[in-house]
């Protein structure tokens, strides 16, 4: 019996250990993204703002990885949306601070 895959002889345990490994990833990544966001707040105390800041830099860094990784076409329409959400951050963040 030739054996092709690691798959074919450990049955559904190959399958399962990516699952679980996946899942253990995406759980220390939640725990990560909620330990920054509170860091974020702490150093702001204004939540709109802290999420503003948290959205903006998703969107910002999704952008990036698709243009850059997947090879995503750039539009002017891609950069000014992305321009536009940065600018409202700017615009939340410069209102919060207090004059």
Do not use: N
């Not at 253990?24 to 702001?44: K, N, W, Y």
């Not at 969107?59 to 329409?77: H, M, R, T, W």
């Not at 949306?81 to 207090?98: C, E, H, K, N, Q």
């Amino acid at each position: 019996m030739v054996v092709s895959r690691p798959s074919d002889c450990l049955g559904g345990l190959w399958h399962h250990q990516h699952e679980v490994i996946r899942r253990v990833f995406e759980a220390d990544s939640f725990c990560t993204d909620i330990h920054l966001l509170r860091a974020i707040l702490c150093r702001l105390r204004d939540v709109s703002v802290a999420y503003a800041i948290w959205a903006g830099l998703g969107v910002l860094l999704i952008g990036a990885i698709g243009i850059v990784y997947f090879k995503e076409p750039v539009s002017a329409l891609k950069i000014a949306s992305t321009a536009l959400v940065i600018g409202g951050v700017a615009g939340l963040y410069s209102s919060g601070v207090a004059h």
